[in-house]
């Protein structure tokens, strides 16, 4: 019983973790979007504060950076309850800042969408209904598009 409990939600972990991973698998090759490169050389300032997300890639200084970041950490995010399990406390605190601290970078045009999976990730931590539910592969679905229309 234990096991089947366990099972169903690290198979969804494992599905949304691959499909995180191929939504952005080039971001260099692919670069940013052409409004993006036009916006780039005329606001020199949105690169000079990376901590602000005001830039064209949020509080990143580059497409890639933006991108790789992004995915990794949308697909750190359906793994905290297994990093939650199997870690130290002060590991799992450390992927939650990181990934708040993500959700704070990102760029405008994603920045709700991945808070949103951000607090979802968190709140599975502890409620595994999250998972079990569908919250998280719905609050997963706009960052994929995301990086798919950005990145891929």
């Known amino acids: 019983m234990i096991l089947k409990n366990v099972a169903r939600p690290l198979t969804v972990i494992a599905l949304l973790a691959a499909s995180a991973l191929t939504a952005c698998s080039a971001p260099e090759a692919a670069g940013p979007a052409p409004t993006s490169a036009a916006a780039s050389p005329t606001s020199p300032s949105a690169t000079a504060s990376p901590s602000e997300s005001s830039g064209p890639w949020g509080g990143f200084a ?19 309850p297994l990093s939650a399990a199997q870690g130290t ?54 960052v994929q598009t995301w990086l798919a229309t950005n990145c891929g």
């Open 62 to 80: 580059t497409a890639a950076e933006a991108c790789t970041t992004i995915s990794e950490q949308a697909t750190g995010s359906t793994l905290l």
């Open 89 to 142: 406390p002060a590991e799992l605190e450390q992927a939650k800042a990181e990934l708040t601290r993500t959700a704070e970078r990102a760029p405008e045009s994603i920045k709700a969408e991945f808070t949103t999976l951000s607090q979802a990730a968190i709140a599975g931590i502890t409620d595994q209904t999250v998972f079990s539910s569908g919250k998280i592969q719905d609050a997963m679905a706009p």
